[in-house]
């Protein structure tokens, strides 16, 4: 820095130091996470604030999820589609007789980045929790959930069961999906939160949808 950045710079702090301080004794309003005991109403507010954001909501039940979920593969015309280790419906997709290629994430990033990007039409996540007053799914990525899952191919297919659907994050936080892990004591490193496709309004604060990540979220929602 040169001495006349140096002396600006110094000037600019001066100012700031010299201007009056002011005081506020309003209180701050209160504030209180949105919670509802009644299941129907976490999964109205859930789907709501979802769909504000752009997501596509498909509620279904336990017995027609296989059948609603092959049907839109098929709408979709998708021709290969990802899933991460231990997915349960990877076996039962392939068994379908579907035309569409299935494929296990099984490969660090590097390995897998070409076809990842290049390659993959959508992705499928069984989401172990979502939160209603945001609209938001939670996601502990790793190596049977690698991030770039759900982050990449243009499309993100979610299965969440309306039961997993909690009020709000503090809620999220006394799940057994959250203690189980032992999470209370150690947080984990990467929890993914989703709210609906990817956005940014980076580019003249317009905001655009689908421009860094996958342009589609569609949200299986089963009653069980």
Request: hydrophobic share 40%; charged share 20%; proline share 6%.
């Amino acid at each position: 820095m040169n001495i006349r950045s140096q002396n600006a710079r110094a000037a600019i702090f001066a100012k700031l130091n010299a201007a009056p301080r002011q005081s506020a004794d309003t209180e701050l309003p209160g504030w209180q996470a949105w919670h509802d005991p009644d299941l129907a109403h976490r999964v109205e507010r859930f789907i709501s604030c979802m769909t504000a954001a752009h997501a596509e909501v498909i509620q279904t039940t336990k017995d027609s999820l296989y059948d609603s979920l092959v049907t839109f593969i098929r709408d979709n015309a998708f021709s290969t589609i990802l899933l991460g280790k231990d997915n349960p419906y990877g076996s039962i997709l392939n068994d379908t007789g579907l035309s569409c290629d299935v494929k296990t994430y099984d490969q660090p990033l590097d390995d897998n980045k070409v076809a990842l990007f290049n390659d993959i039409d959508a992705s499928l996540s069984v989401i172990p929790a979502g939160i209603a007053d945001t609209g938001t799914l939670a996601i502990v990525t790793g190596e049977k959930e690698p991030r770039a899952l759900s982050l990449v191919p243009p499309t993100h297919i979610a299965i969440l069961r309306e039961c997993d659907i909690v009020s709000n994050f503090n809620e999220l936080m006394a799940t057994p999906f959250w203690t189980e892990a032992g999470w209370d004591t150690q947080p984990p490193t990467n929890l993914l939160l989703i709210s609906g496709p990817s956005k940014t309004a980076d580019i003249q604060q317009t905001l655009a949808y689908g421009a860094h990540g996958p342009k589609r979220l569609i949200v299986f929602m089963v009653e069980e």
